[in-house]
């Protein structure tokens, strides 16, 4: 169990295969779902689903989980202020920050006035949106994750790729960064700084 924390804990929010878990453990698949209920049993482990419908059905439909934990996560990956800079740790660093962005959301669904799922997007054609708010008037918030403190063009490009792919919605799209610039592009896409979550002027 601890070895599995360990690599649920470095993939920060990733999308989650039992099978290969099962792989880089040396276990069976069915020990596996074992584990994995365990610790969704005892709250260390949450999952989105895949965003998707039944018209044009390629999306990939495999949850994306994390650890209930930033902290945990960061402890078991040995992350510091110290290496966060180092290669291999910015990438982590990066999946961690994700992983914040996604918890939080998840806390705000049990006080936010404004009902809404949780969803992750990732189809056959390579497009990747890190997560998919859905809400109740059929309108999707569309969020990508950066860590770093400037925003570049693919980001927005995802965005664009994603609202194109599912045009029959009213799509919003978000950027949140580790800077602290406000900025609304096309009228459309906002990119805000992750604080902006819980503070806002």
Do not use: C
Request: no cysteine; net charge neutral; aromatic share 6%.
């Amino acid at each position: 169990m601890e070895k599995l924390t360990r690599l649920l804990a470095a993939g920060g929010a990733s999308e989650i295969v039992q099978s290969r878990l099962a792989g880089d453990l040396g276990t069976s698949d069915s020990t596996m779902g074992t584990y994995l209920r365990t610790l969704r049993t005892m709250n260390l482990l949450v999952e989105v689903p895949s965003w998707t419908r039944p018209v044009r059905g390629r999306a990939v439909r495999r949850p994306k989980a994390a650890l209930t934990d930033t902290g945990l996560s960061a402890g078991l990956g040995r992350l510091t202020q110290d290496n966060v800079q180092k290669p291999g740790m910015r990438e982590f660093y990066g999946a961690v920050v994700e992983q914040l962005v996604m918890l939080e959301l998840i806390k705000q669904q049990g006080w936010s006035s404004e009902t809404f799922e949780i969803y992750h997007y990732r189809d056959n054609d390579d497009l990747e949106v890190d997560l998919v708010i859905d809400l109740l008037d059929g309108r999707l918030i569309a969020i990508e994750v950066k860590s770093g403190q400037t925003v570049k063009t693919d980001a927005f490009k995802k965005l664009e790729r994603f609202r194109d792919k599912v045009s029959d919605h009213d799509v919003i799209g978000v950027v949140f960064h580790g800077g602290k610039t406000v900025q609304v592009l096309h009228d459309w896409i906002y990119v805000l700084p992750i604080q902006a979550l819980w503070k806002l002027d």
